[in-house]
């Protein structure tokens, strides 16, 4: 396939999460418990997932205008009667960001997602580790482009993440991005300082290789994670982040590896793939890999779960083979 020229499309998805950061950021000082309903899944949203939603869209959208956005939330879920009075709050916070931003404009501009789209379209996870956010804790803005089912571009905003993980008391908010054949960067969130990212050169066996995984137990299968971790010699306690921001975590050498193991309990369980898709590409441009434990690579494009899939392994790509060859032997070890 020839290269794609994208500099636009990563300048307009480079404001467009900088702008949802800035919304989210004002919303963790002044949200109140009202402004939390559950979804039909019994998982928190927040006026802040559907104002980044709303904020995202309507940029990419000017820009362009017939891409479509395959994003989480549902503009449907503001009509229930839980959440009565939350479209006033949502647009409310938007107008700090957007001043044009009026409660029936803010409703349409969340409504104009699709849950599927098999051409060319834009990925997005408005907030990505909700409860992160609600803790003041890790949470991400990520958004990615898909063209031809493969993902060539990924901005991933992380308000929270301290820029050096070793100086978790210093300057905090980073912006990740990657375009397809150009490499990996973080940035700060107001854009003054850019650098690139890149894996760590880690192999099995030293004592830097680093493991991170989700703080949400239901999220993985941890009790296997840790036999595999065991089995292969990782020494180290596992760094536990809410979001995509264990891509970034990768992306950057804090860790060599992620790993998102099937959860017994929800063995049908198959990925959604705005909670994958710009880490992806972060991990893979900053020279590591991304690949399911069967090690086949991840299948986007093709509706709103990675279907063809099952769980999710992102290391430094040394470690890669080692990793795959532990889970199909089940943990026992070497």
Request: with cysteine.
């Amino acid at each position: 396939m020839r290269e794609l020229s994208l500099k636009k499309e990563l300048h307009v998805a480079m404001e467009a999460v900088k702008a949802a950061a800035r919304l989210c950021s004002i919303v963790q000082k002044e949200m109140v418990r009202q402004d939390t309903i559950s979804k039909t899944d019994r998982t928190p949203v927040t006026v802040a997932d559907f104002g980044s939603q709303a904020i995202v869209v309507k940029i990419l959208k000017e820009a362009f205008p017939n891409d479509p956005i395959v994003a989480e939330e549902d503009a449907m879920a503001l009509e229930r009667e839980s959440a009565k009075g939350l479209l006033e709050r949502v647009s409310f916070f938007v107008s700090e960001v957007l001043p044009d931003a009026e409660p029936e404009k803010v409703r349409e501009w969340i409504g104009l997602v699709k849950k599927e789209a098999p051409g060319r379209h834009w990925c997005l996870d408005p907030i990505d580790g909700t409860k992160g956010f609600l803790r003041g804790d890790q949470y991400a803005i990520a958004l990615a482009l898909v063209v031809e089912r493969e993902v060539r571009l990924g901005v991933l905003a992380c308000p929270n993440l301290p820029w050096r993980l070793d100086q978790p008391h210093g300057a905090k908010g980073v912006i990740f991005h990657a375009v397809e054949g150009r490499g990996a960067f973080q940035t700060t969130l107001e854009g003054e300082e850019m650098e690139p990212i890149h894996v760590s050169r880690a192999r099995m066996g030293d004592p830097e290789v680093k493991m991170c995984e989700s703080l949400e137990p239901s999220h993985s299968d941890r009790e296997t994670q840790e036999k595999l971790a065991k089995a292969m010699g990782i020494k180290e306690p596992p760094i536990r982040m809410d979001s995509q921001a264990k891509y970034g975590l990768v992306a950057r050498g804090d860790a060599a590896l992620y790993l998102r193991l099937p959860n017994p309990n929800t063995p049908d369980y198959k990925e959604k793939v705005w909670d994958h898709a710009a880490g992806s590409i972060l991990v893979r441009e900053a020279g590591g890999r991304v690949t399911d434990i069967e090690g086949m690579p991840l299948f986007f494009g093709l509706g709103e779960t990675l279907r063809n899939n099952t769980g999710v392994v992102a290391t430094n790509g040394l470690i890669h083979e080692t990793v795959i060859e532990a889970i199909s032997r089940g943990a026992q070890g070497p």
